[in-house]
């Protein structure tokens, strides 16, 4: 077949590879003069690399491992505690984050059991940790990895959902070592003349006879089926001349886009501990392993979460606000050059981070983008439960099932 992927970020160059290696004729098109999406490595004054989206990819994230090792781009540790970072002069230990994860999840079965509806992320710390619990360390690098108010965000599909579930936790992760957009670049290279840049597109729509895609310039390009993997800003502003599936629409209307920022810093000093996360604004600092296996990186990177907290950090107007108070909370911090600020709210093809489950959202949602809508699949984090490189990876292989020999398109075609 031929099929049209939107998007050249991880969902839609994944999708487009697994196509590819299927033998279908592939076009990507994307809006942006790079590859990536909401991946994207740049090298800061002092030559340190940092990541200006997607920053960790987890242990047992065997998805985008796989891919990684597939086309052979390299990954090492950040060996940082992602999940215990050091809050008001502490953190918590690994018996103790293992505990409070245990309580808040059970606390929220029997919530749930109780007849308790539409239970928020906020309110399920609020009834197992009782008063003070905004102050908790597990309560906050939650709410700060949400990106999202935790008062809208459903507890059930963050704590009872969790693709994880089963596998045994590390507190780590991992980066790729030429920066985690070189995952990106290396599909994109493989993939060679079918991926375009600066092709926006407009509308999508299809008949019995294929899909039409419109460009933003007005030309249309005409395939047998398509993937789309846009961020869900930009898919709820595209016009769809089809129906959307009851499952799907649902699905979609019960996605909040989150609100999130990040701030590279080279440095020349700086304290030594690796993951410190403020106790009033969800967003924290990291310092991460260099490749030599021994030093650490001369960078900090920092990534803050939720509308009210960039607000408070005042990124519309700059990093100022932020580095004033990364100097408060680090202050043998010595900067060497200029700091980089990302924020994603102001990007105008993701319009936000990354997506969180509604109040609404229901198991239900966790199957609607298994088939594709008629001859077109969509992908990106915001189809599934990981708001992780490792989701849009997930996504991708998904779409492209839903359109290979095995999926119901091709099932039709027979």
Not at 330 to 351: F, S
Request: glycine share 10%.
């Amino acid at each position: 077949m031929r099929i049209i992927v939107v998007g050249a970020g991880l969902a839609g160059l994944t999708s487009a590879w697994e196509l590819h290696k299927l033998g279908h004729e592939v076009t990507v098109l994307e809006a942006r003069d790079r590859v990536g999406g909401r991946t994207w490595s740049q090298r800061l004054g002092n030559g340190q690399l940092t990541e200006r989206g997607g920053e960790y990819v987890f242990p047992t994230e065997f998805a985008i491992r796989r891919l990684a090792a597939e086309v052979e781009v390299p990954i090492l540790s950040h060996n940082v505690r992602y999940a215990r970072r050091t809050v008001d002069g502490r953190h918590v230990s690994f018996a103790e984050l293992e505990a409070t994860t245990a309580h808040v999840t059970e606390t929220l079965r029997r919530m749930l059991a109780d007849g308790a509806t539409r239970v928020s992320v906020e309110e399920a710390h609020r009834e197992a940790l009782g008063p003070g619990y905004q102050h908790d360390p597990v309560y906050r690098r939650m709410v700060t990895s949400l990106a999202n108010d935790p008062t809208l965000v459903s507890a059930e599909s963050a704590f009872l959902h969790d693709p994880d579930a089963g596998q045994p936790f590390i507190d780590d992760g991992g980066r790729f070592v030429a920066g985690n957009q070189s995952l990106a670049i290396e599909l994109a290279h493989r993939l060679g003349a079918a991926v375009r840049l600066e092709h926006p597109i407009t509308a999508v729509d299809q008949s019995a006879a294929g899909v039409e895609v419109t460009l933003a310039d007005g030309s249309a390009l005409h395939g047998d089926a398509a993937v789309i993997a846009v961020p869900l800003p930009i898919l709820r502003g595209l016009r769809l001349g089809f129906e959307l599936p009851d499952a799907q629409r649902a699905a979609l209307g019960h996605r909040l886009m989150g609100t999130a920022a990040k701030l590279g810093v080279p440095l020349t000093a700086v304290d030594d501990d690796v993951a410190l996360q403020s106790a009033d604004l969800t967003w924290w600092s990291w310092r991460s392993l260099s490749a030599d296996g021994e030093h650490r990186i001369p960078a900090l990177s920092c990534f803050a979460g939720s509308r009210a907290t960039l607000d408070a950090l005042r990124t519309a107007d700059g990093p100022d606000t932020w580095v004033g108070q990364l100097r408060a909370l680090r202050p043998e911090l010595v900067i060497d050059g200029d700091v980089l600020l990302t924020d994603w709210t102001a990007d105008p093809w993701t319009l936000g981070s990354y997506s969180a489950a509604s109040l609404d959202w229901t198991p239900a949602d966790l199957r609607a983008f298994d088939a594709p809508a008629g001859r077109v699949a969509f992908a990106g984090e915001h189809t599934g439960v990981e708001q992780t490189l490792n989701g849009a990876v997930v996504s991708g292989l998904r779409a492209a099932r839903a359109l290979g020999p095995a999926g119901a398109l091709a099932r039709g075609a027979r």
